[in-house]
């Protein structure tokens, strides 16, 4: 089984990038997670370029497409996901009918140096998720303090890193048998 990580900041050393890699050394055994590295190369969604060849593009899709499911890892920007996070979704929801995301099982984490955790960038980011048509699992974690908490993670996070990754390989192997 093929996981497929996707951190929604550019920093290099985000704590939601951090948050994702901990959370890939976490998930079950016998399951291949890799993250996917190319959200700076998007262009800008641009409805005359969806059926085009843009290489970013299309490698993106193809890398979601060939992903058993996906596990995104988003910062809090005002209250809102970051632009270029969303710029991948709006890339991936497209051509509607065909989306790589449709009836793809995603679940959604973050960290954030605040008190809350990123708890509405989750809420946005699965609300967006839903919308396109993937199969958003009923597993999030925010993690609050990450600037602290990720320095070394405690049993209950990795517990928590656990839950969602068990989760979301029992929704991909669930779509496995019924296709």
Do not use: C, H
């Not at 989306?99 to 809420?123: D, E, L, M, T, Y």
């Amino acid at each position: 089984m093929q996981i497929l990580g996707i951190a929604g900041s550019l920093r290099e050393g985000s704590y939601n990038r951090q948050l994702l890699q901990l959370a890939g050394e976490n998930l079950p055994d016998g399951v291949d997670f890799a993250v996917w590295e190319g959200l700076a190369e998007l262009p800008a969604y641009n409805e005359d370029e969806e059926g085009g060849g843009v290489l970013p593009v299309a490698s993106f899709r193809s890398v979601v497409a060939d992903a058993d499911a996906v596990l995104v890892s988003t910062p809090e920007y005002n209250g809102s996901i970051p632009g270029a996070l969303k710029n991948a979704l709006d890339w991936g929801s497209r051509p509607r009918d065909t989306a790589v995301f449709r009836g793809k099982p995603v679940a959604v984490i973050s960290a954030s140096p605040g008190s809350f955790g990123g708890i509405w960038a989750v809420a946005e980011t699965k609300k967006i998720l839903g919308l396109m048509g993937s199969r958003v699992v009923d597993a999030e974690l925010s993690l609050p303090k990450a600037n602290e908490r990720l320095v070394e993670p405690d049993a209950e996070l990795l517990d928590q890193l656990r839950a969602v990754g068990d989760l979301l390989v029992t929704e991909a192997s669930a779509r496995q048998v019924a296709a």
